[in-house]
């Protein structure tokens, strides 16, 4: 669980940064690839994400199921693991599962907000402590200071790349397939193959792929 204090970026911007898909490519480095598969209702759906882990780890993917909901000037957006049948584990990834994984966006006075995230996941693989531990404390505050920057830069960007388009806001500009929730079904981390990644001595984790 990490918080950040947001100046110069309305709530508002932030929720745009963290759904926009286009734009995750220009600020998340630890991404692989990432895209949606299809929506549930006008405020879920099912998408996948590949990260680049520190090498020698080998890299994670998941596919959850995400809700979103504005609360006024506030919006929250959370995700857990599900299995869809056209999306199993890959060869080349371990399937990580987020039990459940969320951020709070809160208002902070005019123009500014406070961002909260906590993440509840099951990196899968057995991994050694010290890795967990390095990662819990080096991911995540660097991932919430990339995100304040992109959320600086976002309008710039967005202006010259289809500023219209927000179907998380417009949902009548969704044009993902439906997903029948039958389709799914909750991810649980027992039934994925476990990948031992014990051995790995600590000295050999790459520290220029820590920047999240």
Known sequence: QTRISCKDVPAETLY??????????KWDSNMIETYDIGR????????YYSWKCPSPLKNRDFVTL??????GNDYMIINYSVKHPNYPPRKDFVRAVSLQ???LIKANGDGACVLYYLTHVDP?????????????QLVA???M????KAGLKYPEWKRKHDPEYKPWVYPEQNTLPSVSLAELSVQH??????????GLPEDHLSTSDHEA
């Open 66 to 71: 995400r809700s979103w909901l504005p609360l």
């Open 16 to 25: 745009d940064v963290l759904h926009d898909t286009s734009y995750r490519k």
């Open 124 to 136: 899968r693989g057995s991994l050694p402590k010290w890795v967990v531990n390095r990662v819990s």
């Open 40 to 47: 549930l209702t006008v405020n879920a759906d099912v998408g």
């Open 101 to 103: 994984t969320g951020y």
């Open 141 to 143: 505050p660097k991932a």
């Open 145 to 148: 200071k990339k995100i304040y």
């Open 189 to 198: 981390a027992d039934s994925l193959e476990n990948i031992d990644e014990t």
